[in-house]
């Protein structure tokens, strides 16, 4: 961010030293028709004392404040009005140009620059407002002439183009640093993962398969660290999930933005239960992502409570663009016909509310494939944004 606010300030100090020039320049071929020609250098002289200032305290961020800027709009305005003094009342009814004469838009600028269009058309107004009070003051109010509407016009337009870039420079710039701040992460990741490849995965690598070798409490030990071992490579082979940057305007926080759907699915991966997603993002509301995932799990735990401990499950994920589709299946001894309505009736309502309910919700769809000696099927389709209400079949 520091080098794009040294290059705006940078730019901004250029532009006063090139208009105080030019100012220079219209006062020294206009000074002979001046009412006060002495008063008209001395303007001038004072233009280029407070460019000297402010290049120097703009360029210290530490006073790049309130009063600095109102000090500068001041002097803009001050050296606008000083023309109905200067000039003669028929040379500003001519249309004759202010004394300062585009040396007054850094002032916009300036306020465009820290605060965006909102500042820069507020300093742009005042400035419009000054120009207006030279006709008032000069008793030439009636003769606003094309040069005065113009000049307005080119000070509202500089607030508020250079106001809008300005923000937009400031987001591209938070962005790129988000997303350098990302690339470094997965680059350390990616460093961590090489290493827990070479010694924690082996390690347990080796003590699942030893477990099975010995047999009995061995092979338990052996069992919990396969699983141990999957989660731990589906943790490290899986991108981190991305966190909107509050310095952006108008980016998402993490509660009302969007979440990678694949690692919260691929966290349920063990020795019995294989998970297999798309290589890229399948993006959902983060709302309806943990729900998806909390369906996940309870079709998971209907499986290892009433399948067995041999039992294995398959969870795939796909992106159909519109929608996102979740089959949750199993190797387990499949259901009977009715058995959901009368657990259902019995009370028992883990399917209805924790699958069924939780994707109705989100306005999806679940659909159950199951028959006895031939495992279950739990199909759970979620439309990628709300919409339809939902449908529950079986």
């Not at 759907?261 to 399948?282: D, N």
């Amino acid at each position: 961010m520091m080098g794009l606010e040294a290059a705006l300030w940078r730019a901004v100090a250029v532009y006063r030293g090139l208009a105080l020039v030019y100012a220079a320049v219209v006062i020294a071929m206009n000074s002979d028709g001046y009412a006060h020609p002495a008063a008209g250098w001395a303007v001038l002289a004072a233009m280029a004392a407070w460019t000297g200032y402010a290049v120097r305290a703009f360029g210290d961020p530490r006073r790049r404040g309130r009063p600095l800027l109102a000090a500068d709009l001041a002097v803009a305005a001050g050296c606008v009005l000083a023309t109905a003094w200067v000039e003669t009342p028929a040379n500003i009814a001519a249309g004759r140009p202010t004394l300062p004469v585009s040396w007054v838009a850094a002032a916009v600028l300036s306020w465009a620059v820290v605060g965006g269009r909102r500042l820069g058309l507020a300093a742009a107004v005042v400035l419009a407002a000054a120009n207006l009070l030279v006709h008032v003051i000069a008793g030439t109010s009636g003769g606003v002439g094309g040069t005065t509407f113009n000049g307005i016009v080119l000070l509202l337009l500089a607030g508020l183009v250079v106001g809008h870039v300005v923000r937009l420079a400031r987001e591209a710039e938070a962005r790129l640093a988000r997303a350098v701040e990302l690339e470094s992460a997965n680059r350390e990741r990616e460093r961590l993962a090489r290493r827990i490849h070479d010694s924690v995965l082996q390690v347990l690598a080796m003590v699942q398969r030893r477990g099975g070798e010995l047999g009995g409490e061995a092979a338990e030990l052996g069992r919990l660290a396969g699983e141990q071992e999957a989660a731990l490579r589906a943790l490290i082979g899986t991108a981190p999930p991305r966190v909107p940057d509050a310095r952006v305007p108008g980016a998402r926080t993490p509660d009302g933005g969007d979440a990678d759907l694949r690692p919260l699915l691929t966290a349920h991966a063990s020795t019995s239960v294989t998970v297999s997603t798309p290589a890229t993002e399948v993006r959902l509301p983060a709302h309806a992502a943990r729900e998806v995932a909390a369906a996940v799990a309870a079709a998971l735990d209907n499986v290892a409570r009433h399948c067995g401990d041999g039992a294995r499950a398959w969870v795939l994920l796909e992106d159909g663009g519109g929608e996102v589709t979740v089959s949750v299946r199993d190797d387990g001894p499949g259901m009977p016909a009715g058995r959901l309505d009368e657990a259902a009736a019995a009370g028992r309502l883990g399917v209805a509310q924790s699958i069924r309910g939780r994707v109705a919700d989100l306005g999806g769809e679940v659909v159950i494939f199951s028959a006895p000696g031939e495992g279950t099927e739990i199909e759970m389709t979620v439309p990628r944004r709300p919409g339809s209400r939902p449908r529950v079949s079986a």
